[in-house]
Every structure is written in C-alpha cells, then in structure tokens.
C-alpha cells in the first residue's frame, strides 16, 4: 500500500543526498574536463574535437520537485525514476557520440585520454604519484598514436607503469625507445 507520509521523509533524504553527490560530480566534471581534452589532444595531435559532459536531471531543477511531479509515474512503475542513478556522461568526437562515430583508434584514444586523466586528476588531488596499468593499449591505435602515448608516459612525471600485452615483440619494440629504465616480464 502506498503511504505518502513515509515517501515524503523517503523523497526528503534522496533530495538532501542526491544534491550533495550531484553538486560533487559536477565540481568533478568542471575539474576533469579540461584535463581529459589536454591528454586527449596530445594522443591524436590536436586533428579531432572531442567533449565529455555531464548528463543530470538535475541540471534543470532540483530532485525534490522531480520525485513530486513524478509520484504518480513512479507509484505505478514502482521505482523512482528521477534521480542522480539516472545520471550519465556523454563522450562525442566532432559533436556525435563516439560509440557510434568514432573509429575504433580513436574510441581507444578516448580511453586513453580518461585513464591519462584520472591519473594527472588523483595525482593532484592526493598529492602522490599513482601506479598507471595499460592493459593490451597499443592494440587498434596507429604507429602516430602509439608514439604519442610512448612520448607523453616516457618522463617523471608518470612514475611507475605497467603495460600489459599480447604480442611481447610490439611491446618490447616499443618500450625500447623510451628513455626510462624498464624490465619485461613473460608469462
């Protein structure tokens, strides 16, 4: 049985905790963005336009008067379908999402550019340098693209990586001309 009471003290909690997670996932996309565009600018050399946004119901008003202009819907589909859970982020290459659009090098390199981006992101934030795993990255990218990722991860600044990778003598191959000291391990 429906009991208004108890959703308004339900819908009141949701409201205090979905602004204040909502409010910190923006804080976080507005920190991020700028940083994703920089490593992904430099994998692909600058040729391609690509955005990464965040996609709130919450954007446009506050959960509160959602969950209320939604009771009804959500009483019969029994759940509630206004919310931070329904949040997501949208990734484009020149303007259309690139699960569709984009080449398969280029869905990578926008993958890259994350991981890239959460590294540089944590490093700042927690004032240490994290350890960076590439699992199988230099499969579906270009030799420009792979050259680009060796020239940006082969300083200081990266500290510590571990690449993972099907064909040894690619990798080997590559690492060879990095300027840091490395060791292959085969499994």
């Given at each position: 049985?429906?009991?208004?009471?108890?959703?308004?003290?339900?819908?009141?909690?949701?409201?205090?905790?979905?602004?204040?997670?909502?409010?910190?996932?923006?804080?976080?996309?507005?920190?991020?963005?700028?940083?994703?565009?920089?490593?992904?600018?430099?994998?692909?050399?600058?040729?391609?336009?690509?955005?990464?946004?965040?996609?709130s119901q919450l954007?446009?008003?506050?959960?509160?008067?959602?969950?209320?202009?939604?009771?009804?819907?959500?009483?019969?589909?029994?759940?509630?379908?206004?919310?931070?859970?329904?949040?997501?982020?949208?990734?484009?290459?020149?303007?259309?999402?690139?699960?569709?659009?984009?080449?398969?090098?280029?869905?990578?390199?926008?993958?890259?550019?994350?991981?890239?981006?959460?590294?540089?992101?944590?490093?700042?934030?927690?004032?240490?340098?994290?350890?960076?795993?590439?699992?199988?990255?230099?499969?579906?990218?270009?030799?420009?693209?792979?050259?680009?990722?060796?020239?940006m991860v082969d300083?200081?600044?990266?500290?510590?990586?571990?690449?993972?990778?099907?064909?040894?003598e690619r990798t080997?191959?590559?690492?060879?001309?990095?300027?840091?000291?490395?060791?292959?391990?085969?499994?």
């Amino acid at each position: 049985t429906f009991d208004a009471s108890t959703l308004s003290v339900y819908d009141e909690q949701l409201h205090n905790y979905g602004s204040a997670i909502f409010e910190k996932r923006l804080e976080f996309v507005k920190a991020f963005i700028p940083i994703f565009k920089e490593q992904y600018t430099a994998i692909s050399g600058g040729n391609e336009e690509v955005t990464l946004s965040y996609d709130s119901q919450l954007l446009n008003d506050n959960l509160l008067s959602l969950l209320a202009k939604n009771v009804e819907k959500d009483r019969i589909l029994q759940y509630t379908g206004m919310g931070i859970h329904k949040d997501d982020l949208n990734f484009k290459i020149t303007g259309h999402p690139i699960k569709k659009f984009g080449s398969q090098g280029q869905q990578k390199s926008f993958l890259i550019a994350l991981k890239f981006a959460q590294f540089h992101f944590i490093k700042k934030q927690a004032k240490t340098t994290p350890i960076l795993l590439l699992d199988d990255i230099f499969d579906k990218l270009d030799e420009k693209r792979v050259a680009q990722i060796v020239t940006m991860v082969d300083n200081e600044n990266f500290g510590q990586i571990f690449i993972s990778d099907t064909h040894a003598e690619r990798t080997e191959e590559i690492v060879k001309n990095i300027h840091q000291s490395y060791k292959i391990f085969n499994l």
